[in-house]
């Protein structure tokens, strides 16, 4: 499972925010794919992990938390 700060980021970028919108022209992908991302629908490639490090000007980890699945015992 991964969790991610994304929505935050996004919140805190410029004094209104950024939509997904400009986010996803800025990275080159949908804004449906930066929805995706941001519900934890999907796990973004490498590639676009390190592009999201890059515009935020951060760590992916700084991004991403790479959570265990809880075991079913």
């Known amino acids: 499972m991964v ?3 994304i929505a ?3 919140e805190r970028r ?3 925010g950024i939509s ?3 986010l ?3 990275l080159g992908v949908t804004r449906s794919h930066i929805c995706r991302i941001e519900a934890g629908k999907v ?3 490498g ?3 390190f592009k999201l490090a890059q515009y935020f000007e951060c760590q992916i980890e700084d991004i991403f938390r790479f959570k265990k699945p ?3 015992r």
């Open 47 to 49: 590639k676009i992990m």
């Open 8 to 10: 935050k980021l996004r």
């Open 20 to 22: 997904q919108a400009h």
């Open 3 to 5: 969790a991610n700060r």
């Open 43 to 45: 796990v973004p490639s």
């Open 14 to 16: 410029g004094p209104h």
């Open 24 to 26: 996803a022209r800025a």
């Open 70 to 72: 809880k075991s079913k």
